[in-house]
């Protein structure tokens, strides 16, 4: 009997320094079988964990090659030993699982990305694919927010971004200091609706942050004409197995790993707090 929890062995391969308390890295199983066919659909998540220290649900934040990438904070225990691990040490990884974001059904539409906080990278990887299929997509147009610039991550993915034919990177933060090295303004996410170029006319939206910034941005959203049903967000809260046995991410009836972490805005709006 296969056992749905043993995780499969992996090697980090790169360190890339985020901020003070973010790395992205990049993965590799031991078992090159299980590299040479492993494949992901951006948005959803992986399994990681550190004998002795626990596991931690943690979406994919890039989808090139074989590669397993993963933007880690520190925010407890798991995290904060896979924070001191260096490159060439071992970790234990299983899935993917869930379901990631709907980009067949954005193909020939306008994309618009709103981001807060970590919630860009889940979203990482719809730009990269964006990217890498550019003629069947629409307008991209990418909005995100962060408490300070420094706060930032991917910082060195912006330029990138904004050379991506046919889109518009706007970037906001909620204090920014005089010597910020990059263009940015002062405010939340929804603050840069006013002058956002995306209409709501042929359209598809991808939202991922704070669950409050997300209530707020898609209640903006609705009021200049956005449809439910053109939202898609991502809930990656009280996640612990996986693999919707232990209920501990369930919403309502939603369970967040099997039925998520990417909804439709009209499934999952009567399961949230209402503003």
């Known amino acids: 009997m296969i056992n749905a929890y043993l995780p499969n062995l992996a090697i980090i391969k790169k360190i890339i320094r985020e901020t003070h308390n973010t790395n992205t890295y990049m993965l590799e199983f031991f078992d090159k079988q299980l590299q040479t066919s492993f494949s992901c659909t951006p948005g959803q998540f992986m399994m990681y964990s550190v004998f002795g220290a626990g596991e931690s649900a943690i979406s994919l934040s890039d989808i090139n090659n074989n590669d397993i990438t993963a933007t880690i904070r520190n925010v ?38 709103i981001a807060g906080g970590m919630g860009i990278a889940p979203l990482r990887g719809a ?60 405010g939340l996410v929804t603050s840069c609706f006013p002058s956002m170029k995306t209409q709501h006319k042929n ?61 439709n805005y009209t499934d999952i709006k009567p399961f949230i707090h209402p503003l």
């Open 127 to 186: 730009i990269t694919h964006i990217k890498n299929q550019r003629n069947n997509f629409g307008h991209l147009e990418i909005i995100y927010g962060a408490r300070t610039p420094g706060d930032m991550i991917f910082k060195y993915e912006f330029e990138k971004w904004r050379q991506i034919k046919n889109s518009r990177l706007d970037l906001t933060a909620d204090t920014i200091p005089a010597n910020t090295p990059f263009e940015c303004k002062a």
């Open 76 to 113: 407890g225990s798991v995290t904060n030993t896979i924070l001191n691990m260096k490159e060439g040490d071992s970790i234990g990884i299983r899935g993917p699982y869930g379901t990631g974001w709907p980009l067949d059904k954005a193909k020939g539409k306008n994309v618009l990305i």
């Open 203 to 263: 359209a598809i939206v991808l939202l991922c942050g704070p669950e409050i910034m997300m209530r707020y941005a898609a209640k903006c959203l609705e009021t200049i004409g956005f449809k439910d049903d053109q939202i898609y967000l991502s809930l990656e809260r009280r996640m612990k197995c996986g693999i919707g046995k232990c209920g501990h991410c369930q919403i309502g009836l939603k369970y967040v790993c099997k039925d998520g972490p990417v909804f």
